[in-house]
């Protein structure tokens, strides 16, 4: 009922309002194009074109149906490509997760960009999470890969690592801070929590969610993510850790001030994860993109300012 001719002469005879300009585009004869559509039209069982003396107009039936034959027609002219694709032991579809600490817009948009100029029938997604929610996704969703696990060792024996390196932290504030006043020397911690620490929520729903850095006592504001912690901390709002790499332009232009705390928060180590038995092309040349240093990876590290060599991920 809908070959690959008929879905073509009925989205040609859609997009030009007329079976005579979609005969001479198809090199068809009118009467050829206009039996092929009446033919179908009994087929289903319902009309699909409305027709004028001048033109001929789709019903909700015929948007419905062009919509559907778009897709289809897309599917049919890929699908010898797609097919020899799978076959090569690419995947259909990958989801890649990243942690918060670890994304940005521009390496996400240039990786997926490649990534679809490579494997062109392949679907993606990307998600970001916070803290354990990255193992989370990766343990308990849909997730093949993530960029940015907390920890060195692998949680499950059927999941391969690769270290990326370490996040170093300073405990900074504003210099109009109250805090940025008090005397050189340790701020303990009955001085801080007098101020309310600026925390990202840890997104795990099945893993017990860590707090990245709070005193008994203490108010706690939760903001969405890395921007916006910032951005609290330069206006004075609160305070608390930021990474290394990402407040040390504010550090230098005098924005932010470094004090010393007596629990500092230790280096956070971060791996590239993925699930290697159920793996396939897809995800073996994003590993090897790290591996090899290449640059659209390193886009993702740039808070990373202790690098781990010779990973193997094994």
Known sequence: MLDQETIRTFIMVAETGSFSRAAGTLHKTPAAISYRIKTLEEQVGTQLFLRTTRSVSLTLAGSHLLEHCRSWLNWLDGM?????????????QVNIVINNLLYHPHSAASLLTWLHQRF???????????YMGVWDSLLYDDFQMAIGVTGSESLSNSISLLPLGEVSWRFVIAPGHPLASHPPGVLSDEQLRRYPAINIDDTSRNLTRRVAWLLNGQKEIKVPDMGTKLACHLSGLGVGFLPERLCRPYIDSGELVVRDVVNARQPSPLSIAWKADSSGKVVSEIVALFKQQETLATGFLSTIDRPFNGGTGE
């Open 120 to 130: 062109p029938f392949t679907r993606f997604q990307i998600s970001r999470q916070v």
């Open 80 to 92: 010898p490509d797609e097919l020899q694709q799978i076959n090569a032991g690419v995947e259909r």
